[in-house]
């Protein structure tokens, strides 16, 4: 990475400048003043374009790190030996090519969908990413709606009882929830919920028994409401409860704790004093006014704590056999299965970026101060 | 008989082992119609004071003595039954107009609300009832602000908008705590005339609050002299103003610009 | 005097008086930590104390470890009890033995890469801030760049490329971890660089250079060990998940995230998983227990920096 370093700088060093070109090309198309909300969504996709591709730098940049000859690592021990074979295998992968033509082609690749194959099961990442993705998307959004509504409510009591016993049992139990390894809590759990008081239903996302619905959208509980299979919906449901509230448990500490002083924040704006002058119900001044302001910081955290999620999936599908990213990524950890491992980061690393630029999205229209002029 | 009238209020607040008095057996009126100016620096309790009479003090104060609103004590006044009175009879305009509002409800919901939950009218009423009270604050377009957000308009704009918000529901008493610090000078005058004159049409007691004994010495019908929670002087404007009996009162009128003011 | 803040009080008196003091007044230090104070909390004592153990234990761990923590010579997979306080794993390997002794790399190690990292960044951040232009573009984007994937992700995927091992991890760690310092140590530099005791220091002819050292760092460390703090426990985690994924230290090395992983197949076994997950849960409370204590001990401004979402 040392090397990498200087590399990964000059390319992205362009990034604000590129940016703000970005804002100013539209505005040449469109003379009179761009409205500000579509200025503001156009620098966020560049902003979000020139992050993807430095996260296609970064990952090309650690392929090519590997101390170990990928080479090697394809043909075997016997044929590595053989120098003319290395060869013709090296010419074939074009790895006798300068980097920044290897670069280039990875990069067109990518652009081709090709992530290259697994060197485990020889089968293309992109393929198996497909079909697992669903999967941890239905965990993500279970974990991510608990965690949110759950955080921002905990949060929020926290605030209002600022140094009472309420309070500081909630930042005590917040400070564990985020001290905890998720994987470590997913193993308890199952074996308390499941194996002990046998109050979930077992592993995977649906009994084996039950056929997964017709596949829509991947998602087993939205597929199989839309196919009318309210078994199935049930079941699937069932399934998704326990990994969704391990998953949320990390996130739910970090944004009790930043709503918490957000929301203390914004307590001391004279715009609360001035709503409780008016003689306001203390639920309007609560959540008209103190949690309205609140939610703004707190939105842009929410791509934060989903970025957290992510990575508690990794580690915990392998627990909850969730056949989803995360297990991918585990057997390709595990397995040392480097194009997997590449795949996975960089998928993740889009989705991450995207969810950021939709929650970037999300306060330009709730903040009027960005949405109108 | 004076709307308000403030006998021996003390007010402490204890912070973990400390206790600091900040009001020490303040006594005046407001009156119906007359602005009652309060004078003194910062952390002569003269914010307090109006804060007070709201049920606004602090967390962990401790109030004592009498406030009395038109027959009714509001020291010790529970505070549901203090909230009835707040935004309807009694009301407040703050310091800083562009931190008073919301940055994210439209002016029109903000000076409407408490409109809506205190007499219960529809939104559309209440609407038109803001947009015909923005006229009267002298608000241009009233029936394009009320769709605006806070940040679309100027400072000045903004304390005429809290004006507003304030007189909507016909209060009797209005506290305006330093309305015009916050703004440019230019503007200054025209909000002092704006509250004159809100409060001669409407027979409103104002209690101005302020550290700028130019600004009362114009416009205020009483002044109260304040200094460490105490109050060290009070009468008409003129006497105080021609015969200052305390000390601190004649330092204040001394660093006036000029003696044009003090005529 | 304002009335919306709710420090009553003193009626804003304090804030007339901040404004008038002295701006030439050298090395203000408004951000000085107070150990000990924040360390009375209740939070921060109790973190103290766990950590105290943590740290008995991992110097004392040969002397605490009844028996070998590689050799498999007990029945496997035997319930805690009288001869095995905590069991034995799918080797036979006392679990007790090898929790002990995996507190002597997990510590030292996790000190070890947050402390590294913590200098990368702020040198790299202060380098940001007191340079700017293109200097503060390469480094601040490269930052970007890493705050662009989640940080066990980006971990996982240097480790991976790097190959598995304790020293892969931690240079894995440390790449991952700097940018959070560079971010708060270039905001504060550049708040300090633009100060007035700053400004009054080059008028005197003293050089911004010689400003930046004598004036800002003091101000500057006060946050970052307070980062730095919250961080150990984060870079404990981010070691635990690495081992979970056997991207960690190589076997038969007792380690606590690849016990966890042992133990997951293991649900018989419960003992594999839960001791190691509660050492880990334990350390990293004790951490973010003192460092979440340290930071109230800052002032408001400064906490924010540091930020409620040290992740």
């Keep these: 990475m040392a090397e990498a370093a200087p590399e990964a700088a000059t390319t992205t060093e362009a990034t604000p400048a590129s940016g703000t070109t970005a804002g100013d090309a539209a505005q040449r198309i469109e003379p009179p003043k761009l409205h500000p909300l579509l200025r503001f969504i156009l620098i966020r996709i560049g902003i979000s374009l020139l992050l993807i591709w430095g996260v296609t730098i970064v990952t090309f940049l650690l392929t090519n790190l590997v101390p170990t000859d990928p080479v090697a690592a394809i043909l075997g021990d016997r044929a590595a030996a053989d120098p003319e074979i290395v060869a013709q295998t090296r010419e074939r992968l074009g790895l006798d090519q300068p980097l920044i033509v290897q670069y280039f082609t990875y990069l067109s690749n990518l652009l081709h969908g090709d992530l290259g194959v697994s060197n485990q099961t020889r089968t293309p990442v992109l393929d198996s990413i497909g079909q697992v993705f669903p999967a941890s998307i239905e965990l993500g959004i279970g974990a991510i709606l608990i965690s949110v509504i759950l955080g921002l409510l905990l949060g929020l009591l926290s605030a209002l009882k600022q140094n009472t ?157 969730w056949n989803g990213l995360g297990q991918y990524a585990y057997r390709g950890a595990t397995t040392l299965d480097l194009p997997v491992i590449m795949g996975v980061g960089l998928v993740i690393g889009i989705v991450y970026i995207i969810v950021n630029f939709i929650v970037d999205l999300i306060y330009g229209f709730v903040d009027p101060r960005v949405r109108v002029r | 008989m004076s709307m308000i009238s403030i006998r021996d209020l003390n007010l402490s607040v204890t912070t973990g082992k400390e206790t600091s008095h900040i009001l020490r057996d303040v006594s005046f009126d407001l009156d119906a119609g007359r602005i009652t100016g309060v004078a003194g620096a910062s952390g002569s309790g003269k914010t307090q004071t109006g804060l007070a009479i709201m049920g606004l003090s602090p967390a962990g104060a401790q109030l004592s003595g009498s406030i009395d609103f038109d027959g009714v004590e509001l020291v010790g006044m529970p505070a549901k039954a203090h909230n009835r009175l707040r935004g309807a009879q009694l009301s407040m305009v703050f310091q800083d107009p562009a931190s008073a509002f919301h940055p994210m409800l439209t002016v029109g919901d903000q000076i409407t609300d408490h409109l809506r939950h205190h007499q219960k009218v529809s939104k559309k009423q209440a609407l038109a009832k803001a947009v015909d009270i923005l006229g009267r604050t002298r608000v241009p377009h009233p029936d394009e602000a009320v769709r605006k957000y806070p940040h679309q308009f100027s400072g000045g704009q903004l304390q005429r908008i809290a004006f507003a918000s304030a007189i909507i529901c016909d209060p009797k008493v209005l506290i305006a705590d330093e309305p015009t610090t916050a703004l440019d000078v230019t503007v200054q005058a025209g909000i002092l005339r704006l509250l004159r004159e809100l409060c001669d049409d409407l027979d409103l007691a104002v209690l101005l609050v302020t550290h700028d004994f130019g600004v009362l010495s114009s416009v205020a019908d009483s002044i109260v002299v304040m200094k460490n929670g105490v109050v060290v002087e009070t009468g008409d404007r003129e006497t105080v103003i021609t015969a200052p009996k305390h000390e601190y009162t004649r330092s204040l009128i001394e660093s006036l610009p000029g003696a044009e003011v003090a005529s | 005097m304002s009335i919306g803040t709710p420090k009553y009080s003193a009626e804003g008196s304090t804030g007339a008086e901040a404004a008038t003091r002295d701006p030439l007044t050298p090395g203000v230090k408004r951000w000085q930590l107070r150990f000990p104070r924040s360390l009375r909390t209740p939070l921060g004592f109790v973190g103290a104390a766990i950590l105290l153990i943590w740290l008995i234990v991992a110097v004392f761990a040969p002397l605490i470890a009844p028996f070998d923590p590689l050799a498999q010579d007990f029945p496997r997979l035997a319930a805690p009890g009288s001869e095995n306080l905590l069991g034995t794993d799918t080797l036979g390997r006392d679990v007790f033995s090898r929790i002990v002794v995996a507190a002597r790399t997990t510590l030292p190690a996790a000190v070890f890469v947050v402390i590294c990292s913590a200098v990368l960044g702020s040198v790299l951040g202060a380098i940001a801030g007191y340079f700017g232009r293109a200097v503060d573009e390469i480094i601040m984007r490269i930052a970007d760049l890493v705050f662009a994937f989640p940080t066990i992700i980006l971990a996982m995927v240097i480790a991976a490329a790097l190959g598995p091992g304790l020293k892969n991890a931690i240079i894995a760690i440390l790449l991952v971890s700097w940018p959070s310092y560079a971010r708060v140590t270039r905001s504060l530099v550049m708040t300090a660089r633009s100060s007035e005791y700053v400004i009054a220091g080059r008028l005197l002819g003293f050089s911004a250079g010689r400003s930046l050292v004598r004036e800002i760092a003091p101000n500057v460390i006060s946050p970052v060990v307070v980062l730095a703090t919250l961080d150990v426990g984060s870079a404990i985690l981010t070691m635990a998940g690495l081992s979970f994924l056997s991207l960690g230290a190589v076997p038969p090395t007792p380690d606590w995230g690849a016990m966890i992983s042992e133990g997951v197949s293991q649900f018989a076994a419960w003992w594999i998983a839960f001791f190691p997950g509660l050492c880990i849960l334990t350390i990293v409370m004790a951490f973010n227990f003192i460092g979440d204590s340290l930071r109230d001990t800052l002032d408001p401004h400064t906490a924010q920096e540091v930020g409620e979402t040290t992740s």
């Design chain 1, 165 to 321: 016993i309420v309070d500081h049992a909630i930042r005590t139990l917040s400070l564990i929830g985020i001290s905890a390894p998720t994987f470590w809590i997913a193993t308890v759990a199952y074996f308390v919920f499941f194996f002990k008081l046998r109050v979930v239903p077992g592993a995977g996302r649906l009994d084996p028994w039950i056929t997964p619905p017709p596949k829509v959208t991947g998602l087993y509980t939205l597929d199989s409401l839309l196919a009318g299979q309210m078994a199935t919906f049930t079941n699937a449901f069932g399934h998704l409860i326990l990994p969704s509230c391990v998953l949320a448990l990390f996130t739910i500490g970090l944004l009790t704790r930043f709503s918490r002083s957000s929301v203390l924040d914004i307590i001391k704006f004279d715009y609360v004093t001035a709503a409780k002058a008016k003689g306001l119900p203390t639920g309007t001044v609560v959540f008209k006014y103190i949690f309205r302001g609140a939610l703004v910081p707190i939105i842009t955290v929410v791509g934060l704590a989903f970025g957290s999620l992510l990575s508690g999936a990794v580690l915990t599908e392998t627990v909850f056999a």
